[in-house]
């Protein structure tokens, strides 16, 4: 007993087919931020070829129609946020994952076709699909990290999956202007990133699996070892494909709804800096920083590289039994949103002469939100494994309703671009929003799974039982 216990423990220290799906899951989630972003660059040079590779199309579109293009993404991708947890449970993270992400690969790569058959029109109804499709992958990886990645290491394999998001982010940001410079022109930064998704795509529908009992290389040490983890986490004996989704305690339990409000704020504070700081930037200090492809992706850089050094520091306390996992999801959140809510107040009375100073904050508000990663954004596993990506799907449902309104609400707010009381208005609600979300889930925030992880069984007749992703 005691030598299967050693064997375990040393198996779950070593590489194993758990780290090379990880690895996955952040070339997933690169692509899918890449591909994200692309649009919001590429617009750039499609409306003005001067700037970039005169030899290709223009397009003459406003400043209204270019916002509703890049707004449209958004319009799908809410929608399919809480039907892909459940499909994901249904037919395993695999699938959704290696569907959404494929249509949306091959959607890019068409984008310039379209833009030249359509004009504005087909290219905002195609973001729209790309979003429905996108909205498949949060709640997928999160099916496929709970399924995959036994408990004591989802904080460290966690952060490694999600760094492709900011990772995605500083590739497309530093590598578009190159792409729409060069003789290939803007069309290449839609090839590139779509095409790169389909090699994903590729390796992910040969290696990538939606468990552990999926996956035949597997060995039967790492595989008992995963299993057995996970299986301390539930009560139930029932057949977790037996499992009927508790909406009602869900929406009843106050760790869940804390964790809404977190994700909610989270949100509200990242795409406010994403979409409004240029502006800042430009009309305020005088200063575009997108006029600097480096300058921009510096705050993403930071963020990817600070994730690492905040899960560097969660396994140091994590092997050392120096905090439970409640105070170090709290912990982590508070670095990540509460830090950064003192260098938006700061950020708020810099001056015009200060651009290195307004920079330097900038890089420390969105460096910092990397510990989040290791707070609410795997608080969904800790509550409820069987369920977790169905979670995700509804805090990512509702928190990116918060990303469209943020930007609205500086659009009320900001009348004057150049006047700084105006933007002051809007970092200390971002800050305020984000002192109350954090501070929500430090007193109803929970670590421990919940009773409704494992609700009793449905009766039904003549059924053939689901195949379950999380085995």
């Known amino acids: 007993m005691v030598k299967n216990r050693r064997f375990e423990e040393d198996a779950a220290y070593g590489l194993g087919v758990r780290h090379w799906q990880t690895f996955l899951f952040f070339f997933a989630l690169t692509v899918a931020y890449a591909q994200r972003v692309n649009l919001s660059v590429a617009l750039v040079a499609m409306t003005d070829a001067a700037a970039a590779n005169p030899a290709f199309p223009e397009y003459a579109w406003s400043e209204k129609t270019k916002s509703l293009i890049l707004s449209s993404f958004f319009w799908g991708y809410v929608l399919t946020q809480v039907p892909s947890g459940q499909l994901a449970r249904k037919f395993g993270g695999k699938i959704t994952l290696l569907v959404g992400l494929s249509i949306c690969s091959v959607l890019n790569v068409l984008t310039p076709i379209f833009a030249r058959w359509g004009d504005w029109q087909l290219v905002c109804a195609l973001r729209v699909v790309e979003g429905l499709c996108q909205g498949v992958v949060f709640p997928s990886v999160h099916t496929l990290i709970s399924a995959w990645v036994p408990p004591n290491e989802r904080p460290v394999l966690g952060t490694c999956a999600y760094a492709g998001n900011q990772f995605g982010t500083i590739v497309m940001m530093a590598t578009s202007g190159l792409l729409a410079s060069s003789s290939a022109g803007w069309p290449s930064i839609f090839y590139v990133s779509g095409g790169v998704g389909c090699l994903w795509a590729i390796l992910f529908f040969i290696w990538g699996a939606s468990s552990p009992a999926h996956y035949k290389k597997i060995s039967v040490e790492e595989r008992k070892m995963i299993e057995l983890a996970q299986a301390s986490e539930s009560v139930s004996e029932q057949p977790k494909e037996k499992l009927h989704t508790p909406w009602l305690s869900f929406f009843t339990s106050p760790a869940f709804l804390a964790l809404i409000v977190a994700h909610s704020a989270n949100n509200w504070g ?189 009766p039904r007749r003549n059924s053939t039982p689901q195949v379950e992703s999380q085995h």
């Open 270 to 458: 990242f795409w406010t800096l994403l979409t409004e700081i240029p502006s800042y930037m430009k009309n305020v200090l005088g200063k575009d920083i997108k006029s600097n492809a480096l300058l921009s992706a510096l705050p993403y850089f930071a963020m990817f590289c600070m994730s690492f050094v905040f899960s560097a520091i969660a396994m140091q306390l994590n092997k050392r039994n120096c905090i439970s996992t409640v105070a170090s999801r709290k912990l982590f959140n508070s670095m990540g949103m509460w830090v950064s809510m003192c260098s938006l107040i700061g950020l708020a009375y810099v001056t015009a002469d200060q651009s290195t100073l307004a920079v330097a904050l900038l890089t420390v508000t969105v460096g910092f939100n990397g510990a989040c990663y290791l707070g609410f954004q795997i608080n969904h596993i800790d509550l409820s494994p069987n369920f977790a990506g169905i979670l995700m799907g509804i805090t990512n449902c509702v928190s990116n309703i918060m990303s469209i309104i943020a930007p609205l609400l500086v659009g009320f707010i900001v009348t004057n671009e150049h006047d700084v009381e105006q933007w002051r208005i809007v970092f200390f609600i971002a800050a305020a929003i984000y002192l109350v979300g954090n501070g929500l889930f430090v007193i109803f925030g929970r670590a421990s799974v919940q009773p409704w992880n494992d609700p009793p069984a449905k």
